[in-house]
C-alpha cells in the first residue's frame, strides 16, 4: 500500500514537472518567433539637386556677326577694241601672267601695209617742207606756200600716230599680274569690242565686302581690324576696313563696307561667302552667365539664384549674346551664385541641393 501511494506521488511530480517545463518552451518559443512592431520611418525631406555657377564682373568685348563676300583685289575681263580677227593666242588657262604679257594678237597685215604707206608718203612731204623752207629763208617762195606744206606735213605724221595706236590695239596684253581664268576664243575666231576673250584676276589679296546695320554706322573706321572665316576650311583669317559707302542703303538700312586682307597662299577664292566677327565696344564691368541659365517667358528672361538652402526668381536684362553666354545688363549683382542645371523642377522657394559651384 505503502508503494503505491509512493509511486503515485512520484508519476503527479513528473506530470508536473512536465507541465511546468512544457510552458517555459512554450513561452520561449513564442517570444522568438514573434517578430517586433516596426513603427514608420518618416523620411527627412531633402532638396531637388542644382548646380550653381558664381557670376564675377569683367570686361566685355561686344562683338557681332554679318556675312561678307570676297572680292579680287583687281579684276577684269580681257576684251577686244577692235573687229579683227584673232591670229595667235598666248594666254594659257589658270596660268599666272605679268603686266605686259602677251596674251591675244590680232590680224593686222593691212594696217601695217597702210602705216608703210603713209611713211613713204612722208619723207615725200618732209622733203618738200624742207624745199620750201629753205627757198622762203631767200625769198623765192612765199610764206603762204610753206605753211601749206608744214601743216600737210604734219597731219599725215597725225595720221601715222593715229594708225601706231591702232596697231597697238591688236596686241592684246594683261594690264597687271594675276591669274588667266578660262579662255573663250581661239586662233581664227572673228572678234568684236566687247567680246570677252577671258578674265585676268589678282587675287594675292582681296576685298571682303560687307553690311553692317544703321546703329552701327559710325561704330567701325577705316584701319580697323576685322577677323573672317569662310566654308572651305575653319582658319580664321584677318582683313582690314579700308572704306565705306557715303551713304546708307535706303532698302535695308546698312552701310556698305570694305575689308583687305591678304591672300599670298591663294587658299581663298573671289565670290566666297565670309563670316566676320567685328568688335563694336568693350564694356569694362559687365555680368556674363551662361545660356543655359536662361529662362524665358512672355514678360522677358529669368534666372534661378542660390538663397540659402533655397531657390530665389530674379528677374533679368540682358545684352549682347553669343552661342555660349549672354551679358545681364540688370537684376543681378556681382557675387550672385545662379542656378545652372535642373531648373525645370525648381519654383520660387523650392528647397535645393547644391552638388557642384563652379
Known sequence: MEKTIQSTKIVSGLVLAGLILGSVFLKGYTTKGTAPEKKPVVPQQQGIPVDGQVIRSASLNEEMTVSGTLVAFQEVSIMSELNRKVVAVQAKEGKFVTAGTLLFKLDDADLLAELEQLKQQEKLVLLNEQRLKDLVSREAAIQQDYDQAFTNLKVLQSRIEQLKVTLSKTSIRAPFNGYIGIVNVYTGAYVSPGTSL??????????????????????????????????????????????????????????????????????????????????????????????????????????????????????????QRNAFSVHVTKGLADGDTIITSNMLRLSPDTPIQLVAVH
Open 198 to 319: 577671258a578674265q585676268l584676276t589678282d587675287n594675292s589679296k582681296l576685298k571682303i565686302d560687307f553690311a553692317v546695320p544703321e546703329k552701327h554706322a559710325h561704330t567701325l573706321k577705316p584701319g580697323d581690324e576685322v577677323h573672317y572665316q569662310v566654308e572651305s576650311n575653319e582658319k580664321i583669317n584677318t582683313a582690314r576696313i579700308i572704306a565705306h559707302e557715303s551713304r546708307l542703303d535706303p532698302n535695308t538700312r546698312t552701310l556698305l563696307v570694305r575689308a583687305v586682307g591678304n591672300n599670298a597662299g591663294h587658299e581663298l577664292l573671289p565670290g566666297q561667302s565670309a563670316r566676320l566677327t567685328l568688335r563694336l565696344n568693350t564694356t569694362g564691368q559687365a555680368l556674363t552667365i551662361p545660356n543655359q541659365a536662361l529662362i524665358p517667358s512672355s514678360k522677358g528672361y529669368s534666372v534661378y539664384v542660390v538663397n540659402g538652402n533655397k531657390a530665389g526668381f530674379k528677374h533679368i536684362e540682358i545684352g
